[in-house]
């Protein structure tokens, strides 16, 4: 949005509505071992749209 010509202002979101995906198992479950390594790292890098929760952002520029 400008709402001047020197003035310039942008706001956004990633993940707006803060989804997370499903968490993956881990120790023994239904007679599987997935390990421990889940535990404290709970979500798959393959998600598409992360694990940090929501990211909300502002700017605002001025040129001169």
């Known amino acids: 949005v400008k709402p001047t010509e020197k003035l310039a202002i942008a706001v956004g979101a990633n993940n707006l509505f803060d989804v997370y995906p499903d968490r993956l198992p881990f120790g023994t479950v239904d007679g599987v071992n997935y ?3 889940n535990s404290f790292l709970p979500y798959s890098s393959q998600s598409p749209f992360g ?12 040129d001169f």
């Open 51 to 62: 694990f940090s929760g929501r990211f909300l952002y502002g700017r605002v520029s001025y």
């Open 35 to 37: 390990g421990f390594n």
